[in-house]
């Protein structure tokens, strides 16, 4: 059942970036902010975790 849903969900994330619903630009939103998330003491000490600025 795990890898039906596995397979269910991989070709999902491919139609969601063949039709523009997923972009570059969304993938590094999410990349920032889970490393804001994960990381969030950095932030409390001034790293800049803004990914290319």
């Known amino acids: 059942m795990s890898l039906?849903?596995?397979i269910y969900?991989?070709?999902g994330i491919y139609v969601?970036?063949?039709y523009d619903y997923i972009t570059p630009a969304l993938l590094k939103d999410l990349?920032?902010?889970l490393?804001?998330?994960f990381l969030w003491f950095l932030i409390l000490?001034?790293?800049d975790l803004h990914l290319g600025g």
């Open 35 to 37: 490393l804001a998330i």
């Open 9 to 11: 969900v991989i070709v």
């Open 16 to 18: 969601a970036w063949v």
């Open 4 to 6: 039906i849903f596995l």
């Open 31 to 33: 990349a920032e902010a």
């Open 45 to 47: 000490l001034g790293v």
